[in-house]
């Protein structure tokens, strides 16, 4: 019997980008379904009854919650091709190491960069560089954090490149100015087809988040 894989997603999430990217690396065949998170489907709520989150893997009907665990299972059912963890244990610990420094650091920087102004938004942009820069560091002269070819960290952290523009033109910053060596590692992500093809518009973000700080009252 043919796997059924469903992906639970929201077309401008940084986690659910991540699956996708997964699954193109893998060359899964997958049902997108997009959730309306202000009127979360019946199917979400069922299928991730803790959180109530996007992105959801359900596979032949089995749901798998939070994208970097999602990352991980696609990694070890479909092993045959495009491996994205290292096979080394150390390696491997390094990678998740830096994965959970992007959940932790990346997302709320980033978030801030957008959705505050004066002190808090001018930390926020510093912060954010900061981050990008220890990222940097760790990437140093490798074409890709895992060395020679794209993999697990690339993968999770690459989503957040369709939102540089919108940090950019809310925080008037510029990362590709103060971190170039990232920003060639970028580009050199977005060439792949599986990234390129999983990202949306960065326009498109930015039109979606000036509705949001409209909402929000942020200005
Ligand atoms: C985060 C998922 C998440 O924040 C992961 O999968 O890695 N740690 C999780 N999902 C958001 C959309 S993206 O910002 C979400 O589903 N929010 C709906 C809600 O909070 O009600």
Known sequence: MADEVILLDFWPSMF????????AEKGVKYEYKEEDLRNKSPLLLQM????????????????????SVIVQYIDEVWKDKAPLLPSDPYDRAQARFWVDFIDK?????????????????????????????TLEGQLGDKPYFGGETFGYVDLSL??????????????????????????????????????????????????????????????
């Not at 659910?16 to 990217?21: D, K, P």
């Not at 650091?105 to 900061?130: C, H, I, M, N, P």
């Open 158 to 219: 690459i989503p957040f490149y369709c939102w540089f523009h919108t940090f950019e033109t809310f925080a008037k910053f510029s990362v590709a100015a103060e971190c170039p060596k990232f920003t060639a590692w970028a580009k050199r992500c977005m060439q792949k087809e599986s990234v390129a093809k999983s990202l949306p518009d960065e326009k498109k973000v930015l039109g979606f988040v000036a509705e949001m700080r409209k909402k929000f009252g942020v200005e």
């Open 105 to 133: 650091k990346l997302y709320d920087a980033g978030r801030k960069t957008w959705s505050t102004t004066g002190e808090e938004q001018e930390a926020a942009k510093k912060e954010f560089v900061e981050v990008i820069k």
């Open 48 to 67: 991730n009854p803790i959180h109530k989150k996007i992105p959801v893997l359900v596979h032949n009907g089995k749901p798998v919650c939070e994208s």
């Open 16 to 23: 659910g980008i991540r699956v996708r990217i997964a699954l």
